[in-house]
């Protein structure tokens, strides 16, 4: 069993900055794909970013890209979302998500853990 927590969401003014951190347990996670979703009121839940076990590959939505970092910590069970240059957008819940090794396909899908998720609220 994996258990996935988020952390680190809150209230900012548009153009700040927050750094989000996923924790997982119950397994060894070293080979697991890691990603964040968001999901903002009235509106489906939507990928943000992914990165595989090693960090170096990595995947953007459209609406991400130049603001956002994804990276994973040092023990493979923790990961990071840098987020830069908030937009009132960019309010949601972002959940942390995990895709076990030997799914295949976009990185964009195949996750089967969940975490709550955390709010994150960019004010104007």
């Known amino acids: 069993q994996v258990q996935l927590l988020e952390s680190g969401g809150g209230l900012v003014q548009a153009g700040g900055s927050l750094r989000l951190s996923c924790a997982a347990s119950?397994?060894?996670?070293?080979?697991?794909?890691m990603g964040w979703f968001r999901q903002a009121p009235g509106k489906e839940r939507e990928f943000v970013a992914a990165i595989t076990r090693s960090g170096s590959s990595t995947d953007y939505a459209r609406s991400a890209q130049g603001r956002f970092t994804i990276s994973r910590g040092s023990t493979q069970n923790t990961m990071y979302l840098q987020m830069d240059s908030l937009t009132p957008e960019d309010t949601a819940v972002y959940y942390c998500a995990l895709r076990p090794p030997g799914t295949s396909g976009s990185l964009r899908s195949g996750y089967s853990y969940w975490g709550q998720g955390t709010q994150v609220s960019v004010s104007s």
């Open positions: 119950g397994r060894t996670l070293t080979n697991y794909v």
